[in-house]
């Protein structure tokens, strides 16, 4: 893991993000990239769980996120839009927007390489998102301060460089294993 915030890039847009005073890390907070290394650790400790709502292979109501990767510092993942995914018609629910961008938050927070639950997610909608539309999400950590970590993401329609639909900001707090319950 490196102490230094990754550098901006194409794929890491140096813009004011959406955050709120509540999800803006405090000054001087570094902010280390999510790394492979952080990526092999976590999915060694989650191997066999595939029952996550957001990217469970095995939950069969969920969304089905495909994590595609980590670069640069910022890992993307991806899903489409289903009818049961709707809220207006024809449209994808915000509910549902909002488990995508804690998802790609979350695994950004992950690939740090400790175990993360999401404290608060803040979630700006610009862009309705057709049902069909294959969502591109992407997510990078903002700063570290003791057991916080401040995320943001966004998620773009249609491709990687489509317009973006949704921007999020979230603050996620570092648990132990013992957090979690064992599945029944
Ligand atoms: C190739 C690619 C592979 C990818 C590979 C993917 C890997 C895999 C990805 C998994 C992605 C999962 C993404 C879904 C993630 C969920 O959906 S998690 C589920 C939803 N969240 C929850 O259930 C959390 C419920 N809340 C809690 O359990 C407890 O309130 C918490 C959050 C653990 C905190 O309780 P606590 O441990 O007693 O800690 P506490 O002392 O209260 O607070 C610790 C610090 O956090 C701060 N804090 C606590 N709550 C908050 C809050 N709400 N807001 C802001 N700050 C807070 C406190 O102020 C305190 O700060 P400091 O005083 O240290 O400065």
């Known amino acids: 893991m490196t102490s230094s915030p990754p550098s901006p890039s194409a794929s890491r847009p140096a813009r ?19 790394s492979g290394e952080g990526a092999a650790v976590m999915l060694a400790s989650l191997a066999g769980f595939d029952g996550c709502f957001g990217c469970g292979s095995e939950a069969e109501s969920g969304l089905r996120i495909r994590h595609t990767g980590v670069e640069d510092g910022v890992v993307t993942c991806e899903f489409t839009v289903r009818r049961e995914h709707q809220g207006a018609p024809g449209l994808c629910h915000g509910g549902v927007l909002a488990t995508a961008m804690d998802e790609a938050l979350g695994g950004a927070a992950w690939l740090l390489g400790n175990r993360y639950v999401t404290g608060r997610l803040e979630t700006d909608y610009l862009a309705p998102v057709p ?17 916080k970590a401040y995320l943001e993401g966004e998620a773009r329609v249609g491709g990687p460089d489509g317009p973006v639909a949704v921007r999020a900001a979230g603050v996620f707090i570092e ?10």
């Open 16 to 34: 004011p993000g959406p955050a709120s005073s509540r999800t803006t890390p405090p000054p001087g907070a570094p902010a280390p990239a999510p």
């Open 131 to 147: 049902v069909g539309s294959d969502v591109h999400v992407r997510a990078w950590c903002t700063g570290l301060d003791g057991r």
């Open 175 to 184: 648990v132990p294993q013992e957090h979690f319950v064992p599945e029944s």
